[in-house]
């Protein structure tokens, strides 16, 4: 960066990486507040709000192309207000201009750049937009003066057209469908529903490549666990068949890290090959979930060394050192998308014996010509366990060595809450799977960081984000969601009871500041956030699970844990109000469907009561039992209703449902045999 830039804006206040990378253009860029809203209203102004992340290759393009130019940003800073937003920062504002764009053209993504009245309400927008025209894509200046001219000239339509995109948006806040009359009498699920789900899963579902559908491919990875909870229901061997082929298809191909571990967000293509090269902490952390989950049940020692390099990966590329970690990796490294992964064949050629060299090359399709773009992305079409010899492992290491050296992609350093608690389930999956007792360290370390440095204690509240020591926004719903999650998690993982008596303690907290006037679902801000024009209810299922969908599914487990029959009733009528939208549309609403998938049955909790019964978790954790609840109680506690009447000096197990426990055993063994 040039230590005596020409340009400075108001940006340069904020801790956002991505913000921060604004505020040297010649843009007049104001992150967005009340107060830049105030001055939008007083110069009466059209505001342009930009939104984007650290990570996005074409919000970089644009920032070159067009708001680094004077002359541009001379005719912004003239006729708009010009706003910039981080959207994993700010995902509320994000979700909201998101859900108008889509609304006025079908489609979305980044960077969004939306035109708003001085009141905040939507009327014109876009994603990206290139300095000359395109062919079906105007060019940037294009638009800048037809906004001017429709707002100088055409107020009043563009006041209509304002309200009615906002009307569209509030319309489409509550999604779930009303409950029956007789709701409470229904069955919520059934192991047909389950069948019935995996079907249509499958419907979509490419049997060569694994995954669904066409590129753009994503990983999916709630879905694929779906698959799972399906073979464990109904042993229906094609879910199983299908998981474990798109995982294998994942880890051998360009998405995957050959060198250093990892994940990046998605392929550009059906084979996997070529993705799109950020690396997200969320993803990487749901495929440590998925991950372990396919060890648990295949017990494939490549998806252990896949988890033992992607954590490794995590550790050394995004970890704060602390305890916490950062929010991802760019995509580019010298203004060039996937430079600092790709290799031309005269690269590897210095660095890879050559005893090995074409071996190497044939398996990684590596050629003189490139495999992608003139270069070379390391990616198999050979099972992953063909290149775990010895020999390969040193020519990767090799590899990766001399990457160390070139210039690196560019890090974006905040600390989101729910992306670490996502991180921390990872950790409790991987510790489960592989009883790596430095998994389940690492995630007591993370949670300890988060309560430390993210907590509010005065005002009794989480922030969303954390970045060089300043704690920025309110916690939003998917944040306290993802937090219970996480404390369920590690309280099976480490037998400590204190975890999930905070999970109860959040929960109630968002019963009185999320919760929604229907009395089930939940709005995305809290009741006290003010600095938006409408709060959204969020139920889909997207690159990360909604925050009403881990409630949900946290509220049946709490319910279920402290006998709380309210928060088991509201889990269930969540559940029949989402029904018919799970089953019509199982792809987009997968994390629901694994919650639903449990209330087939309820849960089996697994009780053990003793001094040292703790010594036995990862026994019991390391078996795939998706419909269990472990409890770990030690000789004398009695704040969990099933705790009650269950003390005792010695070891005793019990296997509880509905209600009701089987009598105890004493023996490990025989209580692990009756599971």
Request: proline share 4%; hydrophobic share 40%.
């Amino acid at each position: 960066m040039n230590a005596n830039p020409k340009h400075t804006n108001s940006l340069i206040h904020e801790t956002s990486p991505y913000l921060l990378q604004h505020a040297h253009n010649p843009v007049l860029w104001e992150p967005w507040s009340e107060q830049t809203l105030a001055i939008a209203a007083k110069n009466k102004k059209p505001i342009l709000l930009s939104i984007g992340y650290a990570a996005c290759h074409w919000c970089h393009v644009m920032e070159r192309e067009s708001f680094e130019d004077e002359q541009v940003a001379q005719y912004m800073n003239t006729h708009f207000i010009c706003i910039k937003v981080d959207r994993e920062e700010r995902p509320d504002i994000d979700h909201i201009y998101m859900d108008a764009l889509q609304a006025m053209t079908g489609s979305g993504g980044w960077p969004l750049n939306i035109f708003l009245l001085p009141n905040g309400k939507p009327f014109y927008g876009g994603t990206y937009f290139p300095p000359k025209a395109m062919p079906q894509r105007a060019s940037w200046m294009d638009v800048l003066a037809g906004v001017k001219n429709a707002f100088e000239n055409n107020y009043e339509k563009l006041v209509e057209q304002a309200n009615e995109l906002t009307q569209h948006v509030v319309r489409n806040i509550i999604a779930p469908l009303p409950t029956t009359e007789n709701a409470e009498e229904d069955t919520i699920a059934t192991k047909e529903d389950i069948e019935l789900i995996a079907g249509r899963i499958l419907q979509q579902a490419d049997t060569q490549w694994g995954g669904f559908g066409n590129a753009p491919k994503f990983p999916q990875t709630f879905v694929l666990q779906m698959l799972f909870r399906n073979y464990y229901l109904n042993k229906h061997e094609a879910s199983l068949v299908h998981a474990i082929r798109s995982i294998d298809k994942m880890i051998q191909g360009g998405i995957y890290d050959h060198l250093a571990g990892g994940f990046a967000r998605y392929s550009t293509d059906a084979q996997w090959q070529a993705p799109h090269f950020e690396k997200m902490l969320y993803d990487n952390a749901l495929f440590m979930t998925l991950i372990a989950e396919a060890y648990q049940i295949t017990q494939k020692q490549s998806y252990k060394k896949v988890m033992d390099q992607t954590l490794h990966f995590l550790d050394t590329e995004l970890s704060n050192e602390q305890g916490a970690y950062y929010a991802a990796l760019d995509a580019d490294s010298e203004g060039v998308e996937g430079k600092f992964y790709t290799w031309s064949y005269a690269e590897i050629k210095a660095i890879v014996d050559p005893s090995i060299f074409e071996d190497f090359c044939t398996y990684y399709q590596v050629t003189e010509a490139g495999n992608w773009e003139h270069t070379n992305i390391l990616w198999t079409q050979a099972p992953i366990e063909e290149g775990m010899h010895a020999a390969f492992e040193e020519a990767r290491n090799l590899l990766l060595a001399a990457r160390t050296k070139k210039i690196r992609p560019a890090l974006d350093y905040k600390i989101i809450l729910s992306w670490n608690n996502l991180m921390i389930v990872g950790l409790c999956k991987a510790y489960a799977a592989l009883g790596n007792i430095a998994y389940k360290q690492k995630a007591i370390n993370t949670m300890q960081w988060i309560e430390q440095n993210m907590l509010n204690e005065k005002e009794n509240y989480f922030y969303h984000s954390h970045t060089k020591g300043k704690n920025k926004s309110f916690a939003f719903l998917d944040d306290y969601a993802s937090l219970i999650q996480a404390y369920i998690h590690l309280q099976e993982m480490t037998g400590d009871i204190t975890y999930v008596e905070k999970a109860a303690k959040w929960m109630d907290y968002l019963q009185t500041h999320f919760l929604a006037e229907d009395g089930l679902f939940y709005y995305y801000t809290p009741i006290y956030q003010k600095d938006i024009i409408l709060r959204k209810i969020e139920n889909y299922d997207g690159a990360q699970p909604s925050g009403n969908s881990m409630i949900c599914a946290s509220l049946y487990y709490l319910g279920t844990l402290f006998e709380k029959d309210e928060w088991t009733y509201q889990a269930e009528q969540m559940m029949r109000s989402m029904r018919k939208l799970i089953l019509q549309y199982p792809t987009a609403y997968s994390y629901w469907a694994q919650c639903f998938s449990i209330m087939t049955e309820g849960y089996t909790s697994l009780v053990a009561v003793g001094p040292s019964v703790r010594e036995e978790i990862e026994k019991l954790v390391s078996t795939f039992l998706p419909q269990k609840m472990l409890v770990f109680i030690p000789r004398y506690f009695s704040m969990i209703p099933m705790s009650l009447s269950k003390q005792s000096n010695d070891n005793q197990y019990f296997i509880c449902k509905n209600k009701t426990c089987y009598p105890p055993v004493a023996n490990f063994s025989e209580f692990l045999a009756k599971i």
